[in-house]
Structures are given as structure tokens and as C-alpha cells.
Nanobody
Framework: QVQLVESGGGLVQPGGSLRLSCVAS????????MGWYRQAPGKQRELVAE???????NYGDSVKGRFTISRDNAKNTVYLQMNSLEPEDTAVYYC?????????WGQGTQVTVSS
């Protein structure tokens, strides 16, 4: 059974930082591309960042230069370091794992940026 468990969300002031973590089980972690999507109320889900099994990264335009994705294969964990947070970053953040045609999702973690 595949499980992706996110943590690290919460309330932060504009300009602040958060680090999200996603621990995976039930998959060969090192063989999977990993990443994060987010969905704000009334908006479509959008790609935040992804990292391939070869550690090649890709970012959504709205987070480039502010967010950094990384992975630790020994811990089956993918991270999202979020700096210079803006109110527009408020959303539920979902971790995903992808290999071939198979995609698995976490339950999501809320990030709220507000003063």
C-alpha cells in the first residue's frame, strides 16, 4: 500500500519561511519522480515543484527563486523549502510520487500566509 504523508504546513506571516516534508512508503522511492502541487480555494491545482529520480528539478513560474525542492532517498523523503512567502502562496499543498503512468497523492497540508 502506497502512502505519502505530508507535514510542515501551518500559518506564517508574509516574508516568512516554511519547510514541507513528505515521507513515502510502499514505493521504490529512488525510482520515482516526486513533487508538490497546490490548490487554493476556487483555483485549479497547479504544479509547485518536481524532482526526478535523477534529481533534475522543475518549478512553477510563480515560485521560482523562492522555493527549493530536494529529496533524501535514504529517508524516502522529499522536501519543499519555501522562502519569502506571499499571501498568494496560501493553499493546500499535495505531495505526489510518479513513475510511468502511476501517480500517487498525499492527503495534503494547509499553508496559510497571513499577517
Amino acid at each position: 500500500q502506497v502512502q505519502l504523508v505530508e507535514s510542515g504546513g501551518g500559518l506564517v506571516q508574509p516574508g516568512g519561511s516554511l519547510r514541507l516534508s513528505c515521507v513515502a512508503s510502499g514505493i521504490i522511492f529512488s525510482a520515482n519522480g516526486m513533487g508538490w502541487y497546490r490548490q487554493a480555494p476556487g483555483k485549479q491545482r497547479e504544479l509547485v515543484a518536481e524532482i526526478s529520480s535523477a534529481a533534475i528539478t522543475n518549478y512553477g513560474d510563480s515560485v521560482k527563486g523562492r522555493f527549493t525542492i530536494s529529496r533524501d532517498n535514504a529517508k524516502n523523503t522529499v522536501y519543499l523549502q519555501m522562502n519569502s512567502l506571499e499571501p498568494e502562496d496560501t493553499a493546500v499543498y499535495y505531495c505526489f510520487a510518479r513513475r510511468g503512468l502511476a501517480t500517487y497523492w498525499g492527503q495534503g497540508t494547509q499553508v496559510t500566509v497571513s499577517s
